[in-house]
């Protein structure tokens, strides 16, 4: 069974950084494309970063592009997402997941940025 847990979210001032991780086990996770996701309250949840299997390529939504980095450590089964530049409108529910949603949600990590 495959397991997803996300972790590193936490309350920080706008203009802050963050790096959020998901632990992945059950499964061969050097052979899977990864993303990262969010979900506002009220709203949908939106993809926000892809990594292929080896990292060489990644992208991003524009709403995050060139302050959010999407990696990965094929040998720890971990996904990472660092986040700079935090604003608002970034606090979300932070998921990992492949990119066509393959896996059972995990619970996710809470981002919180306010002054």
């Known amino acids: 069974q495959v397991q997803l847990v996300e972790s590193g979210g936490a309350v920080v001032q706008p203009g802050g950084s963050l790096r959020l991780s998901c632990a992945v086990s059950g499964t061969v996770f050097s052979s899977y494309n990864m993303a990262w996701y969010r979900q506002a309250p009220g709203k949908r949840r939106e993809l926000v970063a892809t990594i292929t299997t080896d990292g060489s390529t990644t992208n991003y939504a524009d709403s995050v592009k060139g302050r959010f980095t999407i990696s990965r450590d094929n040998t720890k089964g971990t996904a990472f997402l660092q986040m700079t530049s935090l604003k608002p409108e970034d606090s979300a529910v932070y998921y990992c997941?492949?990119?066509?949603?393959?896996?059972?949600w995990g619970r996710g990590t809470q981002v919180t940025v306010s002054s």
């Open positions: 997941n492949t990119p066509g949603e393959l896996y059972t």
